[in-house]
Protein backbone atom coordinates (compact mmCIF):
# COMPACT_ATOMS: atom_id res chain seq x y z
CA UNK A 1 0.00 0.00 0.00
CA UNK A 2 1.14 3.50 -0.99
CA UNK A 3 1.53 6.62 0.65
CA UNK A 4 -1.41 8.01 -1.45
CA UNK A 5 -3.33 4.93 -0.97
CA UNK A 6 -3.60 5.25 2.50
CA UNK A 7 -4.73 8.40 2.65
CA UNK A 8 -7.18 7.49 0.26
CA UNK A 9 -8.34 4.90 2.54
CA UNK A 10 -8.32 7.02 5.45
CA UNK A 11 -10.25 9.99 4.13
CA UNK A 12 -12.97 7.62 2.40
CA UNK A 13 -13.36 5.95 5.44
CA UNK A 14 -13.94 9.95 7.48
CA UNK A 15 -16.34 10.67 4.12
CA UNK A 16 -18.23 7.81 4.31
CA UNK A 17 -19.34 7.82 8.06
CA UNK A 18 -19.41 11.40 8.71
CA UNK A 19 -22.32 13.52 8.91
CA UNK A 20 -21.89 16.77 7.23
CA UNK A 21 -25.05 17.42 9.10
CA UNK A 22 -22.68 17.62 12.46
CA UNK A 23 -19.98 19.81 11.04
CA UNK A 24 -18.43 20.44 7.24
CA UNK A 25 -15.43 19.16 6.69
CA UNK A 26 -12.05 19.93 4.68
CA UNK A 27 -9.13 17.90 3.20
CA UNK A 28 -5.66 18.49 2.94
CA UNK A 29 -4.81 20.94 0.21
CA UNK A 30 -8.22 21.93 -0.93
CA UNK A 31 -9.89 25.59 -0.56
CA UNK A 32 -12.05 25.98 2.02
CA UNK A 33 -14.18 28.59 3.35
CA UNK A 34 -15.51 27.82 6.37
CA UNK A 35 -19.37 29.11 6.96
CA UNK A 36 -20.51 31.69 9.56
CA UNK A 37 -20.68 30.06 12.69
CA UNK A 38 -21.18 26.71 11.38
CA UNK A 39 -18.74 23.68 12.99
CA UNK A 40 -16.03 22.77 10.61
CA UNK A 41 -13.51 20.00 10.66
CA UNK A 42 -9.85 19.82 9.14
CA UNK A 43 -9.15 16.23 8.66
CA UNK A 44 -4.97 15.89 7.87
CA UNK A 45 -2.97 12.80 7.33
CA UNK A 46 0.61 13.16 8.57
CA UNK A 47 2.71 9.62 7.30
CA UNK A 48 5.55 8.21 9.81
CA UNK A 49 8.16 6.26 9.78
CA UNK A 50 8.44 2.75 7.99
CA UNK A 51 10.72 0.02 9.18
CA UNK A 52 11.37 -3.19 8.34
CA UNK A 53 9.13 -5.42 10.86
CA UNK A 54 10.08 -8.99 9.83
CA UNK A 55 12.94 -10.42 7.58
CA UNK A 56 10.87 -13.27 6.05
CA UNK A 57 8.57 -12.98 4.98
CA UNK A 58 9.71 -9.35 4.06
CA UNK A 59 7.51 -7.16 5.06
CA UNK A 60 7.46 -3.04 6.61
CA UNK A 61 5.01 -1.49 9.08
CA UNK A 62 4.54 2.28 7.94
CA UNK A 63 3.08 4.58 11.06
CA UNK A 64 1.27 7.66 10.86
CA UNK A 65 -1.36 9.94 13.12
CA UNK A 66 -4.53 11.02 11.56
CA UNK A 67 -5.54 14.75 12.25
CA UNK A 68 -9.06 16.13 13.15
CA UNK A 69 -9.17 19.70 13.90
CA UNK A 70 -12.52 20.61 15.41
CA UNK A 71 -13.53 24.29 15.19
CA UNK A 72 -16.75 25.57 16.75
CA UNK A 73 -17.44 29.57 17.07
CA UNK A 74 -15.79 30.86 20.36
CA UNK A 75 -17.61 31.75 23.41
CA UNK A 76 -20.13 28.90 23.07
CA UNK A 77 -18.68 26.73 25.56
CA UNK A 78 -16.56 23.39 25.08
CA UNK A 79 -19.77 20.66 24.82
CA UNK A 80 -20.46 21.34 21.15
CA UNK A 81 -16.49 20.25 20.43
CA UNK A 82 -15.92 17.81 22.58
CA UNK A 83 -19.11 15.96 21.32
CA UNK A 84 -17.72 16.27 17.95
CA UNK A 85 -14.48 14.72 19.75
CA UNK A 86 -16.37 11.92 20.42
CA UNK A 87 -17.99 11.39 17.10
CA UNK A 88 -14.43 11.50 15.77
CA UNK A 89 -13.29 9.23 18.14
CA UNK A 90 -15.49 6.24 17.59
CA UNK A 91 -14.80 6.18 13.56
CA UNK A 92 -11.17 5.46 14.15
CA UNK A 93 -10.98 3.79 17.65
CA UNK A 94 -9.33 0.26 17.50
CA UNK A 95 -10.90 0.25 13.87
CA UNK A 96 -9.38 -1.84 11.25
CA UNK A 97 -10.25 -1.16 7.35
CA UNK A 98 -8.43 -1.31 4.08
CA UNK A 99 -4.93 -2.31 5.86
CA UNK A 100 -5.51 0.61 7.87
CA UNK A 101 -5.17 -0.29 12.12
CA UNK A 102 -6.17 2.38 14.00
CA UNK A 103 -5.32 2.69 17.76
CA UNK A 104 -6.28 4.91 20.46
CA UNK A 105 -7.39 8.52 19.79
CA UNK A 106 -6.69 11.77 21.94
CA UNK A 107 -8.24 15.15 22.36
CA UNK A 108 -6.68 17.99 23.17
CA UNK A 109 -8.16 21.55 24.01
CA UNK A 110 -6.46 23.88 21.94
CA UNK A 111 -8.67 27.13 22.59
CA UNK A 112 -9.39 29.93 20.56
CA UNK A 113 -7.34 30.42 17.45
CA UNK A 114 -7.95 33.24 14.79
CA UNK A 115 -11.44 33.49 15.95
CA UNK A 116 -12.62 29.68 16.14
CA UNK A 117 -12.30 27.46 19.69
CA UNK A 118 -10.49 24.42 18.67
CA UNK A 119 -10.18 20.92 19.76
CA UNK A 120 -7.99 18.14 18.06
CA UNK A 121 -8.61 14.76 18.00
CA UNK A 122 -5.46 12.34 17.37
CA UNK A 123 -4.84 8.77 16.31
CA UNK A 124 -2.03 7.22 15.66
CA UNK A 125 -2.50 4.22 12.97
CA UNK A 126 0.06 1.66 10.99
CA UNK A 127 0.17 -0.68 7.95
CA UNK A 128 2.31 -3.64 7.04
CA UNK A 129 2.99 -4.17 3.65
CA UNK A 130 4.18 -7.21 2.41
CA UNK A 131 7.23 -7.17 -0.62
CA UNK A 132 6.40 -9.59 -3.35
CA UNK A 133 9.33 -12.53 -3.41
CA UNK A 134 12.10 -11.62 -6.37
Given at each position: ????????????????????????????????????NRPWIRL???????????????????????????????????????????????????????????????????????????????????????????
Amino acid sequence: MSFADALTAIESRFYTLWSTSNADVTYGNVAFEPKDNRPWIRLTVQHGDTNRAAVWPEYYRSTGVIFAQIFIPPNKGSKLALTLADQVSAIWRGQQFSGISCLSPSVNDVGVREGWYQVNVTCPYYRDELLPAI
